[in-house]
């Protein structure tokens, strides 16, 4: 069990805080990207492009970080991971705002969330490949379901406190200082996982693997693996992350009824990555994925009428909301585990990581800068259902596509 909370608790602490700048695009908005007389619209979608941008430079963190951990051993990478992440995060609540330090304050920004970046871009291909190779057989789906399950954890964290903040600090000094709290609570989130991981054996897939360090994951099983999971990354950060903002700048709900659809999308995302996980270890990895893929086809639009309706009741809507999310949780329950499978161990974190954090940059990172942009310039409220849907409809063709040597769900394709 150390391996699963070694694994899980620096997801944790990267999640938590992708969750917190999502949840608080508005309010960085204000303190880094609108100067005087800027619009909060233009501001958030810079905000936004600041978000994708730390997601541009995840590929290369995994292939940085995946091909130190390839060749040198799971754990001293991961350590070092998760210490970059942890200290980038803290540093952003410690950074001056625009009325303080002037067209210097965004750059700083979005120096840190580079550097968030990269640490991200590793963080996924080491988590993934300590969770599913340290499982027992036949268990591998579930293992690595818990990647997932704590990105579930670090979205709620997220959002529950910013909740908090909002309540205890009030809307005004939350916007003028208390932003920074949520931030700085990454120094104490991540000692404990520099203390587990620490403590943390070598995986036995490593210390078994062929020994030919200098190969690298092929061309076609990294791009076929980013568009499997290209759905997942989309409809996620649609659902899960996006959502608060374009509530209240599309919608214009009130921040409090954006934050608690945001807490209930994850709620029912959090309950639904396990079971999917073991499913997967029964019926297979992609016959869950494809179901996941294929169900946000079908309901992205109507759960967005639902929310747009005034008329629709308050039950109604969190009961949307909340299978919402669980149907984007039957594709990341199998999905670290899909991805694990179509790599063999001495190239696994390397390729499994680059395949995700490709996937990740452009439909994940992106998410909201062109959600946001659409429907600016559209003015079409049913932007995000066509985005999540779109996406999905590809992941599930591609799932359709058996990969060589793929068929066990116990061993990777070799």
Known sequence: MRAVAAGSVGNFVEWYEFAVYGFLATVLAERFFTPAGGG???????????????????????????????RYGRRPVLIGVVALMSGATALIGALPTYGTAGALAPWLLTFLRVVQGLAAGGEFGGAVAVLTEFAPPGRRGLYGAWQSFTVALGLLG?????????????????SAWGWRLPFLLAVPLGLPALWLRTGLAESPDFLERPRSPGKRPGRGAVMLAAGRVMGWAAAGYTFLVVLPSYLRTALHAGFGQALLAAAVANAGFAAAILPAGALSDRVGRRPVLIAGAVLVVATALPVLNLLQDPGTPPAAKACALAGAGAVVGLMAGPGPALLAE??????????????????DAVFSGCAGLIITEAVRRTGDPDVPGYYAAAACAVSALLLLKRAPGEGSRRKPCE
């Open 342 to 359: 179509m790599f063999p161990s001495h190239v696994r974190w390397t390729g499994l990581g680059l395949a995700y954090a490709l996937s």
């Open 158 to 174: 997220g959002a529950a406190v910013k909740g908090v903040a909002a309540a205890v600090l009030g809307t005004d000094r939350l």
């Open 40 to 70: 909060a619209v233009e501001g958030l979608v810079r905000t936004y492009a600041s978000f994708a941008l730390a997601f541009f430079f995840r590929p290369l963190g995994a292939v940085l970080f995946g091909r130190l951990g390839d």
